[in-house]
């Protein structure tokens, strides 16, 4: 038996097993999100996903989990000494991987105005852990 589902736009007929995969992969992703959502404050989500998969290789010592706070810490002040849209741009090109043409797209701008925002935020970055 097959089964027609929406792929990116497209109707594409896809056997039983296929369509049971795929939802489940869906179910999969939407349970990563809700966990990364629940962990907002920036406590550690990898940890605790690994740990529920029943796959806990690894556990950070009480110092490298500091460090990595203070990173993180460090990481959010300078993000917060660049402007909205210098720091929406750079989050969705070093976080997210689009590329600056899409970016561009996106906000409704220039490429060449996207690479300077990028650009903007690396120099403080570069001034800041110098």
Not at 17 to 31: G, W
Not at 78 to 85: K, Q
């Amino acid at each position: 038996m097959e089964i027609t589902i929406n792929y990116y736009g497209q109707a594409v007929s896809v056997s039983v097993e296929v369509y049971e995969y795929l939802t489940q992969a869906d179910h999969k992703a939407e349970n990563l999100a809700h966990e990364q959502w629940r962990h907002w404050d920036g406590r550690e989500c990898d940890e605790y996903i690994i740990s529920t998969e029943g796959r806990l290789s690894y556990c950070a010592t009480p110092e490298e989990l500091v460090c990595q706070r203070e990173t993180l810490d460090e990481i959010l002040a300078v993000l917060a000494l660049c402007t909205p849209t210098q720091r929406e741009r750079f989050l969705l090109y070093a976080l997210d991987g689009f590329n600056c043409a899409e970016i561009g797209e996106m906000c409704g701008c220039s490429k060449q105005a996207v690479r300077l925002s990028i650009e903007a935020v690396r120099k403080k970055f570069l001034k800041i852990f110098r």
